[in-house]
């Protein structure tokens, strides 16, 4: 088994007549052996360039990269033992399911027999069985990004890498796959980066996860560590859905934060009189409560009861923005009806407004 260390890994895209992009900004990372780490961030933020230079696809411009100890920027891609499967499959087209698993192998000289036996076991553990014979045309999305994950894994690679894998999945196919694919590489054991713009897909494959924000790592921890203990603003808001409540606010002499004349909030953290900060609170973390001074008034704005959660969206006074909160299945509320609010201090999360920095 193989540990990943990437070391102040930069990549810079230079073209003419054009200013250079700082895809990738000096990350770094260690991974354990075994383990899949979830790179999370937004569109552009450099994600797949961090990968492809991982792969060998692209030369880094500066940093390192260590695979079981050893660096590989200077080894080219085929000689890496790495596994890639990217978002748009790659599968050729005119050879059969079994074909395009056994390339790799067949191209590497291996004897036909083993390939044969080796195409056979992948087959068997990622359900491909029955569409070895079937040709890529013929396939659904979900198989298809079946077939290019079984063809990464064939070739007994060192890392994985796995470059949006599930986005070509519909909902209920994604939540298959995405069990499958956990238990596959938990099974087999492989260090593993998974790319993702999908928090959610993140939060429950990863068991680490990164947040990568204009190149450059924002947060690395555990699923729980992300959404409970938020680095910053960025990360609070990217994880989450509904998204996280933010709320510009001033601290008070008495402790508490002030969000607007009348309204205040308590926080876990003391805070100078004048200091000007953002709360976070979860939706998930605030509750309607009956006739309590503590708690806060506010307006409804809009109920979506849901099967298992509902949402409401609610105005206080004097506060621009909504105060999402999600309501027990049996809450029912009207447009206009007046509720009150209360947050859990403990749970109440405080960032500089200046830095965007979260405040412990
Ligand atoms: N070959 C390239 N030439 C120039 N700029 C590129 C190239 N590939 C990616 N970029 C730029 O680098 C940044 C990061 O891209 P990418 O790694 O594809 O992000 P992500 O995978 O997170 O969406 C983006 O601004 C993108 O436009
Ligand atoms: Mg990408």
């Not at 899949?36 to 492809?52: I, N, V, Y």
């Not at 992948?122 to 659904?140: F, H, N, Q, V, Y």
């Not at 509750?287 to 609610?314: M, Q, S, W």
């Not at 206080?316 to 201090?345: C, F, H, I, K, Y």
């Amino acid at each position: 088994m193989t540990e990943l260390v990437l070391r102040e890994l930069r990549k810079t895209y230079a073209s003419r007549g054009r200013p250079p992009v700082e895809a990738v900004r000096g990350i770094g990372l260690e991974l354990r052996s075994g383990e899949l780490l979830g790179l999370l961030g937004p569109s552009g933020c450099g994600k797949s360039t961090t990968l492809r230079m991982i792969a060998g696809l692209e030369a880094v411009t500066g940093g390192d990269i260590l695979v079981g100890g050893g660096s590989v920027v200077k080894v080219p891609a085929q000689r890496r033992n790495i596994g890639v499967a990217f978002e748009n499959y790659a599968l050729y087209p005119p050879l059969t399911v079994a074909e395009n698993l056994g390339f790799g192998l067949a191209a590497r000289r291996r004897p036909r027999r083993e390939v044969a036996a080796r195409v056979r076991g992948m087959a068997e553990r990622i359900g491909l069985t029955e569409l070895l014979d079937a040709r890529p045309g013929g396939l659904s999305s979900g198989q298809k990004q079946r077939v290019a994950l079984a063809r990464a894994l064939i070739r007994e690679p060192d890392v994985l890498l796995l470059d949006e894998p599930l986005s070509h999945l519909d909902a209920a196919q994604r939540d298959t796959t995405r069990r499958e694919l956990k238990r596959i590489q938990k099974d087999l054991g492989h260090t593993t980066i998974l790319v993702t713009h999908d928090q959610e897909e993140a939060l429950s494959l990863a068991d680490r996860i990164a947040v990568m924000k204009d190149g450059v790592i924002q947060q690395l921890g555990t699923p729980y560590e992300i959404y409970d203990s938020p680095a910053n603003l960025f990360v609070a808001d990217f994880v989450g859905e509904p998204a996280i409540n933010l709320l510009p606010g001033v601290a008070g002499a008495d402790g508490c934060v002030r969000l607007s004349e009348g309204v205040r909030l308590a926080v876990p953290v003391r805070l100078a009189a004048g200091r000007e900060v953002v709360l976070g609170v979860r939706p998930e973390d605030l509750r309607l409560v009956g006739e309590d001074t503590a708690a806060l008034r506010a307006r409804v704005g809009a109920h979506e009861p849901l099967l298992e959660a509902g949402i409401a969206t609610l105005a206080l006074d004097g506060v621009a923005g909504p105060l999402v909160v999600q309501t027990g299945p049996e809450v029912r509320l009207d447009r206009g009806e007046t509720v009150r609010v209360s947050a859990d201090p403990r749970l109440t999360h405080v960032f500089d407004a200046a830095t965007g920095e979260a405040l412990r």
